[in-house]
T-cell receptor, first 113, second 115 residues
Framework: DQQVKQNSPSLSVQEGRISILNCDYT??????FLWYKKYPAEGPTFLIS?????DKNEDGRFTVFLNKSAKHLSLHIVPSQPGDSAVYFC????????????FGAGTRLTVKP | NAGVTQTPKFQVLKTGQSMTLQCAQD?????MSWYRQDPGMGLRLIHY???????DQGEVPNGYNVSRSTTEDFPLRLLSAAPSQTSVYFC??????????????FGPGTRLTVT
């Protein structure tokens, strides 16, 4: 069963606008959440993370919001740039096993100039 | 720092053949993992290791073996390749201490096709 879900396979936004990528999870034992970015023919690279004790974490143009009651997190990119075009993976880890990282299926973001 | 390296980049196998995917990291990370990426499935954990001599199964371990004789290397062995193992394989490493970041560093991947 997929415990981390990214229901939008793709998203297209205009350069300079906001990109919002969504992620839902089902396992209430998850306590740490991460976003990875992946370009074609490369491995995923870490983007931003959030612990379950917070509801927001910001790093430059990237902000992750966590709504524990809804088991939902989102990644906001403001302003979006063409270089942000990539596949974005949401990942989550349960408190009882640091290494049992579960990933969503990914959302392909296209930022149009 | 080379980070996480994987070889080969591409491989074609016939059903029943065996092979080893190599992974090495030079960051002195304790944790190393193997994932496979399939369309619509995201990345799924195959096996992981919390240190030299210690390995454990992930979400989809069947058909794969691992060993960790050194901190740097974590090879993945396919015992008898099947078409269902056609996938892109990623190796990753990370620190284990809780006050350090939990982010994982991924290699560039190995694209495996089993015919």
């Amino acid at each position: 069963d997929q415990q981390v879900k990214q229901n939008s396979p793709s998203l297209s936004v205009q350069e300079g606008r906001i990109s919002i990528l969504n992620c839902d999870y089902t396992n209430s034992m998850f306590d740490y959440f991460l976003w990875y970015k992946k370009y074609p023919a490369e491995g995923p690279t870490f983007l931003i993370s959030i612990s379950s004790i917070k509801d927001k974490n910001e790093d430059g143009r990237f902000t992750v919001f966590l709504n524990k009651s809804a088991k939902h997190l989102s990644l906001h990119i403001v302003p979006s740039q063409p270089g942000d075009s990539a596949v974005y993976f949401c990942a989550a880890r349960p408190f009882y096993n640091n290494n049992d990282m579960r990933f969503g299926a990914g959302t392909r973001l296209t930022v149009k100039p | 720092n080379a980070g996480v390296t994987q070889t080969p980049k591409f491989q074609v196998l016939k059903t029943g053949q065996s092979m080893t995917l190599q992974c090495a990291q030079d960051m002195n990370h304790e944790y190393m993992s193997w994932y496979r990426q399939d369309p619509g499935m995201g990345l799924r954990l195959i096996h992981y290791s919390v240190g030299a001599g210690i390995t454990d199964q992930g979400e989809v371990p069947n058909g794969y073996n691992v060993s960790r004789s050194t901190t740097e290397d974590f090879p993945l062995r396919l015992l008898s390749a099947a078409p269902s193992q056609t996938s892109v394989y990623f190796c990753a490493s990370s620190y284990s201490r809780p006050w350090e970041s939990y982010e994982q560093y991924f290699g560039p991947g190995t694209r495996l096709t089993v015919t």
